[in-house]
């Protein structure tokens, strides 16, 4: 997993990271999540790690403690086959089982097709862009916020922990 997400911190948008973090790095990321007891999948072909997703805390306030987001990463020769959507989708159904209502996509650079529909087909609305908020690779990127309501999203009342 250090190798997929180095390949986009080292020549993509999808992260506004511009160093790669080592493999130590990323156990203690993975470790942070599983601790919060939060979802972390991992896509495998042939024993392989072909792309993982995970859910974290929006923010640390406690007033966003019902809010996630999202963080989907592929092999890029696994782009285009599907498993964006299933990681995407079994991290959806694994939020709304914890009894989180929101989740968030933040999603680096507005030109970002490719990740901005994956999110449109799997219930995301738009609801903003940053501009210019990073700068990467000499030039100004955009954040492009978009969300969806997990479970019953708003409607009613969560059960706090």
């Known amino acids: 997993m250090t190798a997929i997400y180095a390949h986009y911190v080292l020549t993509g948008l999808a992260s506004f990271e511009e160093l790669a973090p080592d493999a130590e790095e990323m156990g203690r990321r993975f470790e942070a999540i599983r601790q919060r007891q939060l979802p972390y999948l991992v896509a495998e072909r042939e024993g392989e790690p072909i792309g993982y997703a995970y859910a974290s805390f929006y923010r640390t306030r406690s007033a966003y403690r019902f809010t996630l987001e999202d963080s989907i990463y592929l ?7 599907g498993i964006g959507r299933e990681l995407l989708g079994r991290l ?12 968030i996509a933040v999603i ?10 994956l ?30 309501p997990l479970g019953a999203g708003d409607a009613t009342l969560p059960e706090e922990p």
């Open 75 to 81: 092999r890029p020769e696994a782009a285009g086959q």
């Open 108 to 117: 680096g650079d507005s030109a970002h097709r490719p990740s901005i529909r």
């Open 92 to 103: 959806i159904q694994e939020s709304e089982a914890l009894g989180f209502r929101r989740m």
């Open 119 to 148: 999110h449109e087909i799997m219930g995301f609305t738009h609801v903003g862009i940053l501009p210019s908020v990073g700068f990467k690779f000499g030039r100004w990127v955009d954040s492009v916020l978009m969300q969806r």
